[in-house]
């Protein structure tokens, strides 16, 4: 490896390390906005995000892929499912965090490439190897085990994970860079935001001049909270391997699970700890394989590279995708 391609691997690394940080710390940021309901933050973030986007694509000039988008119906037709999944997902998580669930919120991000593998199967009639299987297995017994824990099904771990997840295929489908899609998807959701933002001013429940200037900016970075992790997941993407990413995943779910315990002091009584232990266990299973697989997949390219080399036959190797899906986190 060259000193160049080193370089660009570190940085990549670091930006990586510096967007699965933020979404993992985001947590404390979203309780600064009270008494802000999570509605009006919600709202805000759509609008902000897509002041703070519109401002980086005039700083780059990408705009041509608008223009694409907008002569293709079928393709921003899935954009605005996207933006209505990411909707919910975004609008659940800042509610779990403000009404004291980080735990149960960091849950869903940990199941979330369970849940992905799930919809694969059954809406993608993907096949699976038993390490997968056993992965999802395990996972489907921590969710049974936390609903004991909990008394009741972990629903803000399961729509943050099938929102997630769903979201994540629906994006697949419109194959558009991080910006952009962000772009796209806040366009979407821009005119319903600042509606709902002007109907809660006109019945005296907006926050935002009420509170004070402080509020005010505290509301508006929920833009540069949104956009800027983003940028620096896009920054890591073209720099280190997916393999490397997909590991890096993990960062955020562990952040806010730790922030969950020790800095907000919610309680993890042995039940809980159960049900979280299985799914760890099947994030190893999951993990193991993917790195097991990439192994493989690069051990046979050498192999072929060098066959080829040698005058023999070149073989075409195929790409199989990491099973833990490796997306842009969505806090």
């Known amino acids: 490896m060259t000193g160049t391609s080193k370089g660009e691997q570190r940085i990549g690394l670091l930006n990586g390390f510096a967007a699965y940080g933020m979404w993992g710390l985001v947590p404390l940021f979203w309780p600064l906005l ?43 037709g899935l954009v605005t499912i996207a933006a209505a999944v990411i909707t919910v997902n975004w609008g ?26 799930a919809l694969g199967v059954l809406l993608l009639k993907e096949r699976l190897r038993p390490a997968q299987w056993a992965a999802v297995a395990t996972g489907f017994a921590a969710v049974v085990v936390l609903t004991v824990g909990y008394g009741r099904p972990p629903w803000i771990s399961l729509c943050l994970a099938f929102s997630f997840a769903t979201y994540g295929l629906v994006k697949k489908k419109v194959n558009l860079g991080g910006v952009e899609s962000l772009a796209a998807e806040t366009a979407v959701q821009f005119l319903p935001a600042l509606g709902y933002l002007l109907w809660l001013g006109a019945h005296g429940g907006a926050t935002f001049t ?46 806010q699970f730790l922030l969950g315990i020790l800095y907000f002091g ?31 997949n690069a051990r046979a390219v050498r192999d072929a590279a060098r066959d080829a080399a040698r005058g023999g036959v070149r073989e075409e190797v195929p790409a199989v995708p990491p099973a833990a899906a490796v997306r842009p986190g969505a806090e």
């Open 210 to 255: 009420a509170e004070g200037p402080g509020h005010a900016v505290l509301l508006a970075a929920t833009g540069l909270v949104t956009a800027l992790p983003l940028v620096c997941f896009g920054a890591a993407a073209i720099r280190v391997p997916l393999s490397t990413l997909g590991l890096l995943q993990y960062l955020a779910p562990v952040f």
């Open 266 to 296: 919610e309680e993890m009584p042995p039940e809980r700890w159960a049900g979280f232990a299985l799914v760890w266990v099947a994030l190893v299973l999951l993990t193991w394989n993917a790195l097991r697989t990439a192994r493989r």
């Open 34 to 76: 009270k008494p802000a309901g999570a509605g009006e933050i919600l709202a805000h973030r759509m609008v902000w995000s897509l002041a703070f986007v519109g401002v980086a694509l005039l700083f780059v000039r990408r705009w041509a892929w608008a223009g694409e988008l907008l002569r293709q119906p079928r393709k921003l």
């Open 92 to 117: 659940v998580y800042i509610w779990a965090v403000n009404s004291g669930h980080v735990v149960e919120a960091s849950l869903g991000y940990f199941i979330n490439p369970l849940v992905t593998i």
